[in-house]
């Protein structure tokens, strides 16, 4: 099957494209929003090519993920919108962009998501992540704490950037990822868009993960550090309650719960280990690739079978 595809989010499409499909991917000379091609940070296969959009031809399917894209898919594609983040707005009356139509499917990444946005009668599905197991593995060998987020200074209180001295308090604080060189201060380091392989090698090394996102649907980065077997902190809110069982890290609104709790992961690396063991399990489970993958098969046989 020929899919065309923008790319977007970088890890989420990493794992969509290790399919048994061709990948068409729309490119441009600034390689802008609108035409990126290739990931250059992420390994991806040969399958996924890239092509400007007015040479992609014989696609079979068209994914989008921004209500952009709609206009830009070629006539008679069958459509399935991929709704990655929560509602904003008037939540929980935040009508989708995509509402009110019957000429595609929307694939909600989270039952959250499907619970809160208002679709009208446009059909949803939910097909959870599925990530590419990391390389690294947990060693915890450095007293600090690992965030990873995008954009941390310009998306703010939902990123829980305002939370982040108060953990840098406990220990160093290490921030990874796109849109994070504004944070730097006392006690917290950043690292700016490093390759993913590396990123997953030094996140490891750290003591503990802490999830500090006030409103996401689930951050994958958040799936990859449990299946490298690491001790997770979270807010509890949105899906990662889901996400994440009571033995496999510590979750709660109150933040001062979750600062007595990274204290206790420094001081006590057996429990680290074993928080982190828990975790690798169940991530590994729910959140594994094949069955991401199979989900994704199914639907879209569906969608195209019905559109012939």
Known sequence: MNILLWHVHGSWTTAFVQGKHR??????????????????TFDWPSSAEELPLDQIRDADVAIVQRPEEL?????GLPVIYVEHNTPKGDVPNTRHPAAGRDDLVIAHVTHFNELFWDTGGTRTTVIEHGVVEPAARW?????RLAVVTNEPVRRGRVTGTDLFDRFAAVAPLDVFGMGVAGLA????????????????EQVARRRAYAHLCRWTS????????????????????????????????????????????AHW??????????????????????YGLDRFLADWDRLLEEETCASR
């Open 23 to 40: 990948y068409l991917i729309p490119v441009n000379q600034r390689r802008d929003a609108w035409g990126r091609g290739r990931a250059r």
């Open 71 to 75: 206009a830009l898919v070629p006539p």
């Open 139 to 143: 060693s915890g060998e450095l007293d």
């Open 185 to 200: 201060g006392q006690r917290i380091t950043v690292h700016d868009d490093p390759p993913q392989r590396e990123m997953h």
């Open 218 to 261: 689930l951050g994958l980065s958040l799936i990859e550090a449990m299946q490298m077997g690491m001790p997770v902190l979270a807010l509890a809110t949105t899906e990662a309650v889901e996400a994440v069982p009571p033995d496999a890290g510590v979750l709660s609104t109150r933040v001062d719960t979750l600062i007595d709790a």
């Open 265 to 286: 992961l420094l001081d006590d690396p057996d429990a680290a280990r074993r928080l982190g063991d828990r975790a690798r399990q169940v991530a590994l489970t729910r």
